[in-house]
């Protein structure tokens, strides 16, 4: 999707941030809202108050890319936390920046018995 490897995490940040945040700013809420490290070299995901702004910051090994999109109207779905992280996959975080609900993914059959 971005170039990420199978082996990278994507972790959301429930806290609305305010989007003139650039690299510093995106680093110091990873440690403060996420408690991750930074640099750990997975990718990290906030909003914007209104949800109609997201950043996905990364360090890739030099240094960090950010990775932003803005919604001309409408706004993203995003899932609710209790823990004040979340551990997306890269197929939820697909789904959310394509305008789809997040909703636990079910199997469409049942079993027959």
Same mark, same amino acid.
């Given at each position: 999707?971005? &170039?990420?490897? #199978? =082996?990278?995490?994507? @972790?959301?940040?429930?806290? +609305?941030? !305010?989007?003139?945040?650039?690299?510093? &700013?995106?680093? #110091? =809420?990873?440690?403060? @809202?996420?408690?991750?490290? +930074?640099? !750990?070299?997975?990718?990290?995901?906030?909003?914007?108050?209104?949800?109609?702004?997201?950043?996905?910051?990364?360090?890739?090994?030099?240094?960090?890319?950010?990775?932003?999109?803005?919604?001309?109207?409408?706004?993203?779905?995003?899932?609710?936390?209790?823990?004040?992280?979340?551990?997306?996959?890269?197929?939820?975080?697909?789904?959310?920046?394509?305008?789809?609900?997040?909703?636990?993914?079910?199997?469409?059959?049942?079993?027959?018995?």
């Amino acid at each position: 999707m971005f &170039g990420f490897s #199978g =082996a990278i995490k994507f @972790y959301y940040c429930p806290t +609305p941030l !305010s989007m003139r945040k650039s690299f510093d &700013g995106l680093a #110091g =809420a990873v440690e403060e @809202y996420i408690r991750q490290d +930074p640099e !750990s070299g997975h990718a990290f995901v906030f909003f914007g108050r209104s949800r109609k702004m997201v950043k996905i910051l990364q360090w890739q090994g030099d240094g960090f890319t950010i990775w932003m999109k803005r919604l001309e109207s409408g706004a993203f779905h995003l899932p609710k936390s209790a823990e004040g992280r979340i551990e997306l996959s890269s197929r939820e975080l697909a789904a959310i920046l394509s305008g789809i609900k997040p909703h636990r993914y079910y199997k469409r059959y049942s079993k027959k018995s």
